[in-house]
């Protein structure tokens, strides 16, 4: 659910904190596919310790699904989540 609009009004009052990605892809090398080196510095120059996730895009559908039927109990629910 979230907050309506938080994020465009975030993004408009600090506008820094929108970043635009550089992604390495992998490469391929005699046909086979090479993975990305991670131990490389980041190609974006900023480093995160930590990683925030906002989970109820994902428990929410999981917990009450639309196409099939409720789940009939919280240990359910976890096998569905994980």
């Known amino acids: 659910m979230g907050v309506p609009a938080f994020f465009r009004w975030l993004s408009k009052k600090y506008p820094s904190i929108v970043v635009h990605c550089v ?16 131990s490389l510095p980041n190609p974006n120059d900023y480093e995160f310790d930590n990683l925030y996730l906002d989970m109820n895009g994902i428990i929410h559908p999981c917990c009450h699904p639309e196409n099939k039927p409720a789940l009939k109990n919280e240990d359910e629910m976890m096998v569905a989540i994980f």
Request: hydrophobic share 25%.
């Open 23 to 38: 992604e390495e892809k992998g490469c391929e090398v005699d046909g086979v596919r090479a993975p990305v080196d991670t």
